[in-house]
């Protein structure tokens, strides 16, 4: 069986691999969204086609949607080549349920891959079309904290978003480029109104986004590249909103075992590929079935009926704002950055098994959300925080089978700090004075510094996951060397006072001098690390 519209057409054989079929027209659905796009999503990996496609397949077999996602991808262009293409755009969902059984199902909710690649006259062209028509209501975005920023830690701009200023919006590379770009053929078509989503894991995400794409476009007028009137049309929420959004559904990488478990069952060609930016894809998509998605009810131009999706709920931006602040910062986020690199550390594959298996650990993740986050997180009141927390410890952050990796934890650790530490720290120091009786997040943060090293508890060396600003920490880091503590002076100052990445000075919130007298601790030799860990839980 091949996972492609022909092959899809043998529906005896998927039936008895015990593999669910699209219920509508795939064809049809996905010729609808080429001629009349109504939903672009720009970052189409794994979350986004289990998540977002996933959600959008439901509409469809419910019969409240009548056409496919647009899909655009901004920087791995490998993805539409290797994933979207061969396979006609067609996914397949394992969801993995705690017990062990798995639900699989072919998506065919994704109609169309573009390379947002303005070096490629063709996709470019393509995307202008998208984006001038009347038709389109949204755009929604899973490209990571670190697809909005575009100034370093210093304040400088990155040297690509630089470029994009300077050679305006035919010549865009960057995704906030990218948007501004198609952003301004939306305006000369017509000024059509249009709903920017940010699906992604940070604090006040549409805010980010909005400031991201008003710099981009100020920028660009400063240059005489665009008019006032398209600063004004970006600036009115009216005509271009920016809703917030909280999203949550754990999505690991692809697993090789369940490549090998589907080729057994006679699906051709499952096996996960590495792409040459290093992004972990495959045909199919593993995650869990507990999904959450909280949107600012904002959409000039009309909407489907999101509402009706599975996870989904509609609200008020500071109903929003409450649910993403207990997610992102309190319940879920910060439990993962604190223990994450710590794992890699402490040498466990996978994180599920070392919550299962360490009880230090686990006790320090019970710490980062019950003891330290629960006391200072507002309730939303459509989420209630105490459940959700004990969702995750009952249900999602046991369960084995999802097979998510600490090293996936660790990527882009640096990007998110302040979002998932740094707002509890700013709680505590705003309820208490400072945030000195703090325990396991000053210990997550000193984790996350020690595993920045590359040298595990026992003295063997790892490659760390990506993250932009590896090379700046290490360089920061390079003459502290593990087992001998006297090497650690002040190196961490720079890190733990910079308000750009903690969103607070931690010297000043009364954290700094903790978190370095932990890191000291932990470099005092082989076994120093869990040494250190079960002091500071055990207290």
Known sequence: MKLTM???????????????????????????????????????????????????DGLLEEGVMDRGITCVETFDYDVVDKIYEPYDNLGLSVILHGDGTRDYKVLGSLAEAVKAQSSDPGQWNRLKEIFANPSLQLVSFTITEKGYALQKADGTWFPFVEADIQNGPDKAVGAMAVLTAMLYERYQAGGYPLALVSMDNCSQNGARLRESVLTMTEEWQKAGYVDAGFVSYVSDEKIVAFPWTMIDKITPRPSEQIAEDLENLGVEEMHPVITGKKTYIAPFINAEKPQYLVIEDSFPNGRPALEKGFGVYLADRKTVNLAERMKVTVCLNPVHSATGPLGVVLGYDLFAHMLNTDEDMMKMARMVAYDEGLPVVPDPGILSPQAFVDELFDDRFPNEYLGDTNLRLAVDVSQMVGIRFGETIKAYAAKYGDASRLTAIPLGIAGWLRYML??????????????????????????????????????????????RMFFTDLYQAGVGEKIEGMFREMLAGPGAVKATVHKYVCR
């Open 454 to 499: 590359a040298v595990d508890d026992k003295g063997n060396k790892y490659e760390l996951a990506p993250d932009p600003m590896n090379g700046e920490i290490r360089e920061q880091l390079k003459d502290i060397v593990v087992g001998r503590p006297e090497t650690f002076t002040d190196q961490l100052k720079p890190i733990l006072s910079n308000e």
């Open 6 to 56: 022909g092959g899809i057409k043998d529906s005896e054989s998927w039936k008895k691999a015990g593999i669910t079929l699209p219920g509508y027209n795939v064809e049809e659905v996905s010729e609808k969204a080429k001629r009349e796009p109504q939903w672009i999503h720009f970052g189409i990996g794994n979350i986004f086609r289990i998540f977002i496609g996933g959600i959008a």
